[in-house]
């Protein structure tokens, strides 16, 4: 099993450490935190002194570099990975896609590169807030566009296998536009919806019944991550706005003119229903072999309908996908 | 102990009749739903051959009637009130005050009536989701306005703590503009959000996690009950919109100027802290006096600073209030 240096001992980096390592692959990892240092150090992981430490080691062992730092650090990063380890398997899980692959492109280029994105989080943050189980069951999106070589995708699948999640392989921008409507939207929302309830007074907030604080949960995440995460998916997260700013006018529309909210509340009951479906649906696996030419574009294309990565050998990928009807 | 007729068994209805029962008092019921007067009469509860007959008892026996149907059918109800029971003690559990109120106003003026509202739900509806411990612990809002009645407040409140909730006495317009920010906007936004999501197609919905469904939960709710309730505070709820809007504008046009969403982050992330701590604060206790002319107006002002009613006497209230920083 392929040795894991982990960039970052937050909530998700150092989750993906102890994961990893629960798994049986060596790993260590490092961070500009010195209280998350030492709080993983006293639990017993191995911290190197410094990033360019960490990434020396990853190159002499062979290692995967997973880049776990919030997205504006991932440049700082990238320098170092291109002068001690050019030429390494890397992954991330910075969470938006496009603008960390361009940054691969630009700075580190000769790395093995696939983006991940594992879709498992809390409110909380740091070494202390992770978990090796929070990516069980769970889904992990690994990319890959035209130019993404297939060892590379597998390596950075594997490691999302090996932490207990299924991989659900998507393009760049396909995933960005995807996490700007389920992610990243609903952060805004939260937020827009907690200002409009407190600005109501404490009446108002004392009325707050359970419907409101899991609907304004996530305004609790620490502003800079979210500020990183959002801004981070900046034209896929504005297109998400307009569709939502033209929902919600012609909502308002609606109401003023005709007392009416028919339209917004069926739409938005058959969507809910839409993703029950899609979430308690039967079904089916498939093996995909991996030899063939295709095998990234055929494994996108079942991300596309849905399914993931259920499990991983050298030779095949096995797939579920919702049952067709 | 005030005997209970409950007109209308759906979820609130129901479990307001199977709450009133537990507390002791006497309670029947009526609906025009074969299918709950059928599940409510095989557990056992007296439901009436047809809201009329429901009514002469209530009259007969004095009992406090309370009215949970949805708004679209709350006029027909007191036109049979009116006849049948013209001077009965009355509340509703219909969720919008000053709608119900002028209702009540034109069409059963005589009655004695005090407005209600239990802030408790699921997205399930009928009889059969409903239950006795549903409004444990619970805020039920009792609103007063200047022409309301002590003692018809104090049957409406006596309602709610004996099922089990602490009461939020409040103005009717001022219920009506808190409960459009904290239940019904919440319900618009998680229709939205549930459209934009499922725009983004299957490999959208597959990613959606965690914080994507609890925010779309309540778009689940039956949709008929969603209009009735958002359509019946149509002028609060626009008002509530507007604010949203406005905020929601305000990101995305700081986004796609300026890059940033500090501003809407942060907003979000102090309301949300503010929620919290008013849910979390210490509360100090107070007895109010009832004997006095400005019972009602002081109650209400408890209200407005976020406090409750946790029991009463017929002398006294016993009121808790978030303590003073």
């Known amino acids: 099993m392929r040795a894991v240096c982990v960039i970052g001992l937050g909530l998700i980096g150092g989750s993906v450490l102890r994961a990893a390592v629960r798994s049986g692959r ?3 990892g490092a961070t500009t935190s010195e209280e998350d240092a030492a709080a993983a150090r006293a639990a017993g992981y191995d911290v190197a002194p410094s990033t360019e430490e960490a990434l020396r080691r990853a190159a002499e062992q062979e290692a995967l570099v997973v880049i776990a730092t919030p997205l504006p650090a991932v440049g700082g990063v990238l320098r170092r990975v291109a002068r001690h380890a050019p030429e390494t398997y890397l992954t991330d899980v910075v969470g938006v896609q496009e603008p960390v692959r361009e ?14 994105h594992p879709m498992s989080g809390t409110a909380d943050s740091g070494w202390s ?3 090796a189980e929070l990516f069980d069951r769970a889904l992990w999106a690994v990319t890959a566009d035209e130019g993404t070589r297939l060892d590379s995708w597998l390596e950075a699948a594997a490691l999302a296998v090996d932490c207990g999640s299924r991989v659900v392989p998507a393009g760049p921008g396909e995933h960005d536009a995807a996490v700007a409507r389920i992610s990243h939207l609903p952060h805004v929302l939260s937020a827009v919806l907690a200002s409009v309830g407190a600005d109501g007074g404490p009446l108002a907030l004392s009325l707050a019944a359970g419907s409101f604080r899991d609907a304004t949960r996530v305004a609790g995440t620490d502003p800079e991550l979210v500020r990183a995460m959002t801004e981070g998916n900046r034209a896929a997260l504005l297109d998400a706005l307009d569709d939502a700013l033209g929902r919600l006018g012609a909502a308002r529309g609606s109401l003023a003119s005709t007392g009416s909210l028919n339209s917004t509340v069926r739409s938005g009951h058959e969507a809910n229903g839409n993703l029950r479906e899609q979430h308690t649906a039967e079904r089916v696996s498939r093996t995909v072999p991996l030899n063939a030419g295709h095998a990234l574009r ?5 991300g596309e309908q849905g399914g993931c990565v259920v499990s991983l050998d050298s030779e095949s990928a096995t797939v579920e996908l919702p049952a067709p009807e």
């Open 26 to 28: 060596t790993g260590w």
């Open 103 to 116: 940054l691969v492109r630009e700075l580190a280029p000769t790395t093995r590169y696939a983006g991940g």
């Open 129 to 131: 807030a992770g978990q």
């Open 298 to 302: 055929r494994l996108r294309e079942i």
